[in-house]
């Protein structure tokens, strides 16, 4: 009796390349579903080092002998960056001027932060305040109008008056250097001088005018 179920030698030798045929297919299928792509040239870079940061504006003042320094972080940090200074007297500081005497004093304005200074200005404060230092005094009132001021650096002549017209006066009157870079420091000389034309009421007395110093960036 014959099996209606077996399939004859001819049928299977047939049945097998197909079989293969399918199999490899699968397979190619299946390795492009976990590659994404066949394989092929590919170039990349990577940048690890992508950085901004701010650099740092800061003034420093100090005498002529480098012995007494001012820094503008003197009143905490570089947050505030604004300081008084009370230790370096630009206007000398003498209580025995006589007239026509001159009191030199030199200076220098450095900046040391990382970051170049834009602009530079000298702003004299708004008054300027006559006193009497000494217990011997004379009855003029105008001091201020007696004393004259010539503040230079280098060959360049920044300021040139009385301490009565230097007292308030606009930034933008001056002929300042210019903006210091990094690390830079620029000269300044004050010289002040009592008027010849002073008599004994000047005597015993005093001036002063306050002023500030500004970088901007």
Sequence with gaps: MSNPLRVSPLKRLR??????????FAAVLLSLS??????????????????????TLIMQEQNAGATVSCL????????????????INKFGGSTT????????????IKNTGTAAASTFTLSPGATCTQ?????ATGSATD?????????TSGSSTVFSGTLASFKGAAASAF????????????PFNFAVTLDSSAGNTYQGLAASVPMTWTFTA
Excluded: E, R
């Design 175 to 186: 002929t300042m250097p210019a903006a210091p870079t990094a690390g830079a420091s620029t």
């Design 34 to 55: 976990l590659t994404g792509t066949l394989s092929g040239f590919a170039a990349s870079i990577t940048n690890t080092s992508n950085t901004a940061g701010s650099g």
């Design 15 to 24: 049945f097998a390349p197909v079989a293969l045929s399918a199999g490899i």
């Design 97 to 108: 001027m006589t007239p026509g005497n001159t009191v030199n004093t030199a200076i220098s």
């Design 143 to 151: 001091l201020c109008a007696k004393m004259n001021l010539v503040i």
């Design 72 to 87: 503008s972080t003197d009143a905490g940090s570089v947050s505030t960056n604004s300081a008084s200074c009370s230790t």
């Design 131 to 135: 006193t009497t230092p000494t217990s």
